[in-house]
């Protein structure tokens, strides 16, 4: 009787540290998977609307004799080619002519432009990249 009273605690012991084993198994598991779905996400490219107003990052397309490192433009077209979605994009004094992925862009739909939302776009004249931001 004896040996079985010393058996119970230990075998309630072994159950309570493999419990607290798997606990621990499970909550890395989770916390890996978390962390690689935060940073395969973070990788995927943003998709934009006709409407958003995004800001051109100009250091990632092009810093050629211009002033601004950022330049606030409101999507006008998007297009696929070849599995890739390209932008058309336009400031307040032109539609630019290039097209750009939205690798290049900072998400300002949260921000209040309003003379970019309100922008009637259809009266612009085209511009390249260079002018866009040289003006």
Known sequence: GVVESKDEPVGA???????????ECYLNNANSQLTRYINKSSKRQRI??????VDLKVSD??????SSMILPCKIVDSK????ETFYNVATV?????ESFQSTVFLDLTASNFTTLRTLNTDSLSCV???QACQI
């Open 13 to 23: 012991n072994r159950h309570k540290r493999i419990r607290e084993n798997a606990e």
């Open 48 to 53: 934009y609307h006709v409407g958003d107003i």
């Open 61 to 66: 397309v092009n810093r050629t004799n211009t």
């Open 80 to 83: 696929c080619q070849d599995g």
């Open 93 to 97: 004094n032109g539609i630019i002519k």
């Open 128 to 130: 390249t990249f260079i």
